[in-house]
């Protein structure tokens, strides 16, 4: 049961994505990433200051580090949200699993340990499988001249993986949850700010405005129901259950904005789906059994 708080954690996400969608007509990417930011540093200060968390840290570089990649991966994903279908852009994000699995693949290249790729043919077919769905749900985007968002979407996956190898390794050193996202918040925030001196800032209109107090919220909401997940559930399961944000996303864009999406979006999307969750499983199973050492 404690794995059904990744449902709620990927309605959050997928209802904040409606929100950007909504605050897209009237506020440029940067502006929604800065208000995403503050409004979450905020609640996430009160949250650390209510458990008694200190928000100071040994780790600052890893922060920082952290920061940088989640906040590229969180514009880009923003963007991809304002011009794309809202099943597309959540679907490339949660490419991430897959770029994972790839990496971990591209690892073993590297280290020159060639035997190992035989042991780990299932992972390489997994890793082609969710690259052949990304290639049928770009089909539709080149179509519609949407090709360029298409692309920024799939690049918001690939920060997302490189983020979550950076909250692993927050994680590994004793940094709390709740200070490793206010962190982050608060670097949205100041790139945010930082770029809005570059784009300008577009006129606040009411009650259009009103919708960014949800973004940062809902946001702020997802990480910790997700948090608890983790903490309490089947990791696997916990794993898996998020692509339900992917169904919610899909619902959200057909009936609040006529989202269509043909067949082969879909058979993409599907493919994506189905690569996510066999990479989860067969990145823990090489986890548990590692290959043994050669002498």
Same mark, same amino acid.
């Given at each position: 049961?404690?794995?059904? $708080?990744?449902?709620?954690?990927?309605?959050?996400?997928?209802?904040?994505?409606?929100?950007?969608?909504?605050?897209?007509?009237?506020?440029?990417?940067?502006?929604?990433?800065?208000?995403?930011?503050?409004?979450?540093?905020?609640?996430?200060?009160?949250?650390?200051?209510?458990?008694?968390?200190?928000?100071?840290?040994?780790?600052?570089?890893?922060?920082?580090?952290?920061?940088?990649?989640?906040?590229?991966?969180?514009?880009?994903?923003?963007?991809?949200?304002?011009?794309?279908?809202?099943?597309?852009?959540?679907?490339?994000?949660?490419?991430?699993?897959?770029?994972?699995?790839?990496?971990?693949?591209?690892?073993?290249?590297?280290?020159?340990?060639?035997?190992?790729?035989?042991?780990?043919?299932?992972?390489?077919?997994?890793?082609?499988?969710?690259?052949?769905?990304?290639?049928?749900?770009?089909?539709?985007?080149?179509?519609?001249?949407?090709?360029?968002?298409?692309?920024?979407?799939?690049?918001?996956?690939?920060?997302?993986?490189?983020?979550?190898?950076?909250?692993?390794?927050?994680?590994?050193?004793?940094?709390?949850?709740?200070?490793?996202?206010?962190?982050?918040?608060?670097?949205?925030?100041?790139?945010?700010?930082?770029?809005?001196?570059?784009?300008?800032?577009?006129?606040?209109? $009411?009650?259009?405005?009103?919708?960014?107090?949800?973004?940062?919220?809902?946001?702020?909401?997802?990480?910790?129901?997700?948090?608890?997940?983790?903490?309490?559930?089947?990791?696997?399961?916990?794993?898996?259950?998020?692509?339900?944000?992917?169904?919610?996303?899909?619902?959200?864009?057909?009936?609040?904005?006529?989202?269509?999406?043909? $067949?082969?979006? $879909?058979?993409?999307?599907?493919?994506?789906?189905?690569?996510?969750?066999?990479?989860?499983?067969?990145?823990?199973?090489?986890?548990?059994?590692?290959?043994?050492?050669?002498?």
């Amino acid at each position: 049961m404690q794995a059904l $708080w990744m449902v709620l954690a990927s309605l959050f996400f997928a209802s904040m994505s409606v929100c950007i969608k909504f605050a897209s007509a009237h506020f440029n990417t940067l502006e929604m990433v800065c208000w995403r930011g503050a409004i979450g540093m905020v609640f996430l200060a009160a949250l650390c200051q209510a458990q008694g968390v200190s928000l100071r840290t040994a780790v600052p570089m890893m922060h920082l580090w952290r920061s940088v990649i989640g906040v590229a991966s969180l514009a880009t994903w923003f963007y991809a949200i304002a011009h794309l279908p809202l099943a597309t852009a959540m679907t490339l994000n949660y490419m991430s699993g897959v770029w994972v699995a790839a990496f971990l693949v591209g690892g073993t290249l590297v280290m020159g340990r060639l035997q190992d790729i035989g042991r780990q043919g299932p992972i390489v077919l997994t890793v082609m499988s969710g690259f052949v769905g990304v290639v049928l749900m770009l089909q539709p985007t080149i179509a519609q001249d949407q090709l360029f968002a298409g692309l920024i979407g799939l690049l918001s996956g690939l920060g997302a993986a490189f983020a979550y190898l950076q909250v692993a390794a927050l994680g590994r050193v004793g940094e709390p949850e709740a200070r490793t996202v206010f962190y982050f918040s608060m670097g949205a925030a100041v790139a945010g700010a930082v770029g809005m001196l570059f784009t300008g800032m577009s006129p606040w209109t $009411w009650p259009h405005a009103l919708w960014l107090l949800p973004i940062g919220l809902l946001a702020a909401l997802g990480q910790l129901c997700m948090t608890k997940a983790y903490t309490h559930g089947a990791t696997l399961v916990v794993a898996n259950l998020q692509y339900s944000g992917i169904v919610f996303s899909a619902l959200f864009g057909l009936f609040l904005f006529g989202d269509q999406i043909p $067949w082969i979006g $879909w058979a993409g999307m599907a493919l994506i789906i189905s690569s996510g969750i066999a990479a989860t499983f067969l990145r823990a199973r090489a986890i548990a059994n590692p290959p043994a050492e050669e002498h």
